[in-house]
């Protein structure tokens, strides 16, 4: 009886040290991802306004700093992102990049293209490009492996919109998604950003919460570990603000996010690079 009694004690001892072993590399593992907090700015901003925006967050964002920080700007607008920008500490990208690398394709930007105005992400898969321009999964998986190919790192996004949420097809929908991407990529997607925005959440000023954000985040991070790539940043994004971003970025799979209309006001968008 005692025997007994000794064996499981030994056996909850070893338990907590393997929990305790557990907990302190995937802390490790966090401490190594890339922290991002990237501005999507949408069809927003004008010359007069991008120049005080920039001007603000160059002055202001250094090397110090817990994250990198990025926007990514409306096509026209690149040109002077980069001129603001290079020499700073903020990096700066695209909000969509072509699937072909040149051609008879009208109103089209490669990623060669972009790499030629400096830019270092291009986000593929936005929710509203898939839903307003019909990209299929097939599509921005292209996108990805195209951006990729020119020396772009691509953000790829996944998310459910309500109707799937209230289904309960979240975890189907976005797996499906990555999938794609995993597809294209190869092993090569260990260099990618995935970010996860639940639709029904984005510029409703709806936020999932932290822990069911959380969760999505875990089972993504569990389909790139199976491909090789558990490293992968994967940021969230939906209604983003310096009021709830340090409570998301707590959770240990949430490695920064991508926001959007936050990302127009510069003092905001600092907070939340800083939260």
């Known amino acids: 009886m005692r025997r007994g009694t000794r064996r ?3 056996e909850r001892r070893f338990a907590r040290v393997f929990q305790c072993r ?12 890339r922290k991002l907090v990237a501005g999507n700015w949408k069809m927003n901003g004008g010359l007069a306004a991008n120049a005080r925006l920039l001007d ?3 002055g202001e964002w250094t090397a110090a700093e817990p994250r990198v920080l990025a926007v990514c700007v409306p096509f026209p607008y690149l040109a002077q992102a980069q001129a ?20 008879a394709y009208t109103g089209e930007v490669a990623a060669g293209m972009l790499m030629e105005f400096g830019c270092r992400y291009a986000i593929v898969g936005h929710s509203e490009r898939r839903q307003l321009h ?7 998986g292209a996108k990805a492996r195209a951006a990729q190919s020119a020396g772009l790192i691509p953000i790829a996004c996944v998310g459910e919109t309500l109707d799937e949420r209230q289904r309960n097809a979240t975890a189907a929908v976005v797996s499906r ?8 990529l190869g092993d090569h997607v260990r260099d990618a950003v995935v970010a996860y925005e639940p ?3 984005i510029g409703t000023g709806r936020t999932a919460a932290p822990a069911e954000a959380q969760a999505v985040h875990a089972a993504l991070r569990t389909q790139l570990a199976s491909a090789g790539a558990e490293e992968v940043s994967i940021l969230y994004g939906g209604s983003v ?3 709830n971003a340090a409570t998301l970025f707590a959770m240990p799979d949430i490695d920064g996010a991508l926001v959007g209309g936050a990302s127009l006001d510069a003092g905001e968008f600092l907070a939340i690079g800083r939260a």
Not at 22 to 33: F, L, V
């Open 56 to 58: 603000r967050l160059a």
């Open 134 to 140: 019909g990209e299929s999964d097939a599509l921005v």
């Open 84 to 103: 603001a920008l290079t020499g700073t500490t903020v990096r700066w990208g695209a909000q969509d990049v072509s699937e072909h690398a040149a051609g």
């Open 177 to 184: 998604q990555l999938a794609a991407v995993i597809d294209a």
């Open 8 to 10: 499981r004690g030994q």
């Open 199 to 201: 639709v029904w959440a």
């Open 22 to 33: 557990y907990q302190r590399a995937r802390a490790e593992r966090s401490n190594m991802r």
């Open 241 to 243: 603000k310096a009021a």
